[in-house]
Protein backbone atom coordinates (compact mmCIF):
# COMPACT_ATOMS: atom_id res chain seq x y z
CA UNK A 1 0.00 0.00 0.00
CA UNK A 2 1.28 3.09 -1.06
CA UNK A 3 1.03 6.09 1.50
CA UNK A 4 2.46 9.33 2.06
CA UNK A 5 2.03 11.24 5.28
CA UNK A 6 3.27 14.66 6.24
CA UNK A 7 3.69 16.37 9.30
CA UNK A 8 5.07 19.62 10.77
CA UNK A 9 2.68 21.77 9.96
CA UNK A 10 1.65 24.49 12.53
CA UNK A 11 1.20 28.11 13.79
CA UNK A 12 4.26 30.00 13.28
CA UNK A 13 4.76 34.02 13.46
CA UNK A 14 5.96 35.75 10.30
CA UNK A 15 10.20 35.25 10.19
CA UNK A 16 9.99 31.77 11.61
CA UNK A 17 10.94 28.93 10.30
CA UNK A 18 9.69 25.55 10.20
CA UNK A 19 10.39 21.98 8.71
CA UNK A 20 7.62 19.58 7.18
CA UNK A 21 8.34 15.63 6.68
CA UNK A 22 7.09 13.84 4.26
CA UNK A 23 7.49 10.02 5.05
CA UNK A 24 7.13 7.23 2.61
CA UNK A 25 5.73 3.68 3.26
CA UNK A 26 4.73 0.95 0.87
CA UNK A 27 7.39 2.01 -1.11
CA UNK A 28 10.90 3.36 -1.18
CA UNK A 29 11.84 6.82 -2.47
CA UNK A 30 14.63 6.32 -4.96
CA UNK A 31 12.78 6.24 -7.83
CA UNK A 32 10.19 8.64 -7.53
CA UNK A 33 10.28 12.55 -7.73
CA UNK A 34 8.50 14.42 -4.91
CA UNK A 35 6.92 17.40 -5.17
CA UNK A 36 5.71 19.56 -2.28
CA UNK A 37 2.69 21.73 -3.62
CA UNK A 38 0.28 24.19 -1.50
CA UNK A 39 -3.21 25.33 -1.46
CA UNK A 40 -4.46 28.58 0.39
CA UNK A 41 -8.15 29.30 0.97
CA UNK A 42 -9.70 30.25 -2.25
CA UNK A 43 -6.89 29.86 -4.18
CA UNK A 44 -5.67 27.12 -7.06
CA UNK A 45 -3.25 24.77 -5.99
CA UNK A 46 0.37 25.94 -6.73
CA UNK A 47 3.68 23.80 -6.89
CA UNK A 48 6.25 24.74 -4.57
CA UNK A 49 9.03 22.90 -4.91
CA UNK A 50 10.43 19.41 -5.89
CA UNK A 51 13.28 16.79 -5.57
CA UNK A 52 13.91 14.48 -8.65
CA UNK A 53 14.83 10.84 -7.44
CA UNK A 54 18.90 11.49 -7.72
CA UNK A 55 18.34 14.52 -5.55
CA UNK A 56 20.22 16.36 -8.59
CA UNK A 57 18.13 18.27 -9.50
CA UNK A 58 15.34 20.70 -7.77
CA UNK A 59 13.28 23.12 -8.17
CA UNK A 60 11.58 26.32 -6.53
CA UNK A 61 9.12 28.21 -7.02
CA UNK A 62 9.59 32.35 -7.42
CA UNK A 63 7.97 33.17 -4.77
CA UNK A 64 9.83 31.18 -2.43
CA UNK A 65 13.28 31.01 -3.67
CA UNK A 66 16.21 31.68 -0.78
CA UNK A 67 13.53 31.22 1.69
CA UNK A 68 12.75 27.47 1.43
CA UNK A 69 15.29 24.08 0.71
CA UNK A 70 13.78 20.99 -0.56
CA UNK A 71 16.11 17.35 0.61
CA UNK A 72 15.41 14.38 0.68
CA UNK A 73 16.66 11.00 3.02
CA UNK A 74 16.53 8.09 1.24
CA UNK A 75 17.63 5.78 4.13
CA UNK A 76 14.67 7.14 6.23
CA UNK A 77 12.44 6.93 3.10
CA UNK A 78 11.57 11.05 3.54
CA UNK A 79 11.61 14.12 2.39
CA UNK A 80 11.34 17.77 4.17
CA UNK A 81 10.91 20.79 3.37
CA UNK A 82 12.47 23.41 5.40
CA UNK A 83 10.97 26.88 5.31
CA UNK A 84 12.60 30.06 6.53
CA UNK A 85 11.44 33.33 6.71
CA UNK A 86 7.71 32.95 6.48
CA UNK A 87 5.30 35.40 5.37
CA UNK A 88 1.58 35.31 6.04
CA UNK A 89 1.10 34.65 2.37
CA UNK A 90 3.10 31.20 2.77
CA UNK A 91 0.06 29.91 5.19
CA UNK A 92 -2.04 26.79 3.40
CA UNK A 93 -2.10 23.21 3.42
CA UNK A 94 0.86 21.92 2.71
CA UNK A 95 1.24 18.31 0.20
CA UNK A 96 3.49 16.54 -0.77
CA UNK A 97 3.33 14.02 -3.94
CA UNK A 98 4.92 11.33 -5.38
CA UNK A 99 5.38 10.02 -9.21
CA UNK A 100 7.69 7.04 -10.15
CA UNK A 101 10.40 7.79 -12.59
CA UNK A 102 13.89 6.50 -14.07
CA UNK A 103 14.46 9.56 -15.07
CA UNK A 104 17.16 10.76 -12.77
CA UNK A 105 16.85 14.18 -12.99
CA UNK A 106 13.15 14.36 -13.63
CA UNK A 107 11.54 17.34 -11.40
CA UNK A 108 8.30 18.78 -12.80
CA UNK A 109 6.21 21.00 -10.40
CA UNK A 110 2.80 20.59 -11.86
CA UNK A 111 0.57 18.56 -10.14
CA UNK A 112 -0.88 16.67 -12.82
CA UNK A 113 2.84 14.63 -13.36
CA UNK A 114 1.94 13.03 -9.41
CA UNK A 115 0.32 9.55 -9.09
CA UNK A 116 0.04 9.73 -4.96
CA UNK A 117 -0.48 12.52 -2.70
CA UNK A 118 -0.63 13.06 1.17
CA UNK A 119 -3.02 14.37 3.34
CA UNK A 120 -1.80 17.72 3.95
CA UNK A 121 -0.86 19.62 6.85
CA UNK A 122 -2.04 23.23 8.15
CA UNK A 123 1.11 25.93 7.76
CA UNK A 124 -0.28 29.07 9.50
CA UNK A 125 1.94 31.99 9.53
CA UNK A 126 0.32 34.74 12.01
CA UNK A 127 1.19 37.14 14.78
Known amino acids: QVQLVESGGVLVQPGGSLRLSCAAS????????IGWFRQAPGKEREGVSCISSSSGSTYYADSVKGRFTISRDNAKNTVYLQMNSLKPEDTAVYYC????????????????????WGQGTQVTVSS
Open 97 to 116: AAEPTLLDYYCPLDGKSYDY
Open 26 to 33: GFTLDYYV
